[in-house]
């Protein structure tokens, strides 16, 4: 079983029990368990062999890990079956709307027996809600909010999800090396959408004398792959498979010739490839998912890569994340595409979390980490104390943070410790730190992380009030939305941005999956507005590092370059870019504590 598997069946078991009322101790211990199991790079299944080592893990014990044991060699946990009986798995869906904890879940399947989305739904626009304790009408609206996002959601998945079932999918279907030449991912996960609905990979067979039987034996292969519950459709060259989380993957088996023409067809997006068709069409030819042709005669033009076709419709190269209709063909016919920033421009990771506040590993170990990445500088940005449930730090402990820091790195040697701070913005738009200590930081990162339903002037006002106070530098994950769970602050955007940019405010670009936070159309407003921008992780482990590549995916489709993202700039050149604080000149503040 994989990591993520066993991980899912212990969070599944803490949420029954906290549903069913069990003590905190209790429920949180599987929790802990299963957030180490989504963060760590060793599979448990190989750890579980060595039974010091499993114990090694923190918080497995002898009971964690004979209940890891029995994961691994049934599929499943007797307390999660048992708790089944009593509660339908449904009803953990309901955790995922916004506002709805256990308590107000287990109330209402009490009460109404209610174990589905839609039950909840019904009950709110019934005005069932309102008058019960804990509830009220705004409570009534946000879940009646929430099940529409959840509706929209359905049967999209997180970029990152797909990104590893593709992974899989390529090096399981590559293992036939003496057929298969490449597999190659397209479709919305090849734009580097936010939400992926199914997934599409292209196949091209290594030449053989009989075609037939080489399309036949890798279908073959492709059907036997442990993931599927359902096979959808076995054709001539496609095979279509339903996942066992409900993903839908399309394979299609192709000639080597019109790889390019298929690859630049299945990667769409629709409406980008109208365009193009079109635009043959004017030039005499025809354009589908086998070749450029010419309209007469269908005497083939291009096909074998997507660069000879752009070129011969008189098109520079547009990259996949671009294709979107939205501008990208009228800035390729003018030779005024955006040079996009790519992960390898990355030199440093400006938000992360340590055991200081709810993170997994040390200031040592992130620094570490990130230096095997080549990185020459990261900011440790721990909460500040308004955040109570990630252990978030007051004024005296961020003093001492920031002298761990300072010693740390003599420990680091090769790469940068900026002390930092996710700093809350209060309801009010106060910081929940004083100046004093924002003065002493290398790095001041705001964000919100409560009162997120206040309405769109309450928004706006908190946040422009924020960008105000001079020690502000980055404004993290600006709109608060949780992908396919949260929709986005209701605030002016415009306004936001247009502050950001006289305040010298750098805006941020989350690469965690769950956040992608500024989001595409955003950021091309902010590189519209010359407001910089930030790509960070918000790494709680240093094994979400690798998390960088999907803010890169996203501002690459928000048109965003290398010279829009201040974390590409050396470390004295990113240190001057920072807002300056009052009574230092820029950078230096930074260069003389962090020396």
Known sequence: MENREVA??????????EIDGAIIGRYRSYEKVAELLYS????????????????????VGDGMAAHIREILETGDYSLRQKLLKKYPLTLLDLLHLQGMGPKKVAILFKKFKVATVEG????????KLRDMEGFGEKTEANILKATELAKRSSGRFKLDVADEETRKLVAYIGKVKEIV?????????????????????????RPGHDKQKHVDEVAAHILKYPGIDQTLAHGEN??????????QVDVRLLEKDSFGAALLYFTGSKEHNVVLRGRARDMGWTLNEYALTTLKGGRFVAGKTEEEIYKQLGLDY?????????????????????NLVKLADIRGDLQMHTTASDGRNSIEEMGEAAKKLGYEYIALTDHSKAVTVANGMDEKRTLEQIKKIRAAQGRVPGIRLLAGIEVDILKTGRLDLDDEVLAQLDVVVASVHSYMNQGRAEMTDRILAALENPYVQILAHPT????LRRDPFDYDMER???????????VECNAFPDRLDLKDVHLRMAKERGVKIVISTDSHSFAHFPLMKFGVITARRGWVEKKDVINTLPTEQFLDSLRAKPGAAKGKTAKRKSA
């Open 40 to 59: 760590i790079h060793e599979r448990i299944d190989e750890l579980a062999k060595d039974d010091a080592k499993l114990k090694e893990l923190p918080g």
């Open 480 to 483: 608060g939305r949780l992908v």
């Open 496 to 506: 936001i941005l247009d502050a950001a940019k006289a305040h010298g405010v750098v």
């Open 8 to 17: 899912k069946i212990l969070q599944e078991t803490a949420q029954l029990l």
């Open 238 to 247: 496609k095979v279509s498979v339903l996942l066992g989380n409900g993903l």
């Open 181 to 205: 030449e490449s597999v190659t991912p397209a479709g919305s996960l090849r734009r580097g959408k936010e939400t992926i609905g199914d997934l599409d990979l292209l196949v091209t067979l």
């Open 318 to 338: 547009i990259e996949p994340e671009l294709r979107e209709n939205t501008g990208e063909i009228a800035a390729a016919e003018n030779h005024t595409l955006p």
């Open 120 to 127: 909840v739904e019904t009950l709110a626009r019934e005005g």
